[in-house]
């Protein structure tokens, strides 16, 4: 079983989405224990609790119930996940300042990896400050790098 880890700032929106996305990928497929999937934070601020608000609006608007309570990363995540996935540029660098051996260093993985070609960004805009369209554009993205993340998965990477 692979163990994956959704990463963003705050944990409220985007990584949990991703979290949210990536298991509904894994149900169609009827793959539910090819991986173990959680997320986390880099910010330890919103720990306990739920998604924010728009987000949840969102998800739901788009087909998706999204369940999730706030956590930071911690250093035992290195030891027990084998995917570490980050949302952003600013991610991958407190990962990488995070990450307790070279060995964890090589877990971490940017979501942009799991693009297709031609996507309109390199990387998960963080919808926080902005509007409702960041929250449309976080579920595009996702459910985009989530379906290439599964068939890399199925194929035997991690
Ligand atoms: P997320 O969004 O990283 O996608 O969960 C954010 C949530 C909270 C904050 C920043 C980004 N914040 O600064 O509190």
Not at 30 to 59: F, W
């Amino acid at each position: 079983m692979t163990k994956v880890l959704f990463v963003c700032l705050g944990n409220i929106c985007r990584s949990p989405m991703a979290e949210c996305v990536f298991n509904t990928v894994l149900e169609r497929n009827n793959a539910e224990t090819l991986c173990k999937v959680d997320s986390a934070g880099i910010l330890s601020y919103h720990q306990g609790e739920q998604p924010d608000r728009r987000m949840r609006e969102m998800a739901k608007s788009r087909g998706y119930t999204l369940i999730h309570e706030s956590r930071p990363v911690k250093t035992q995540d290195f030891f027990d996940f084998d995917i570490i996935i980050g949302m952003d540029e600013s991610n991958i660098e407190d990962l990488k300042d995070r990450a307790p051996s070279v060995e964890a260093m090589g877990k971490i993985h940017r979501i942009s990896e799991f693009f297709s070609p031609g996507a309109p960004f390199d990387h998960i805009p963080d919808p926080y400050y902005g509007g409702t369209e960041g929250f449309n554009t976080t579920v595009n993205l996702l459910e985009d790098a989530c379906e290439n993340l599964y068939e890399w998965i199925a194929k035997g990477n991690k």
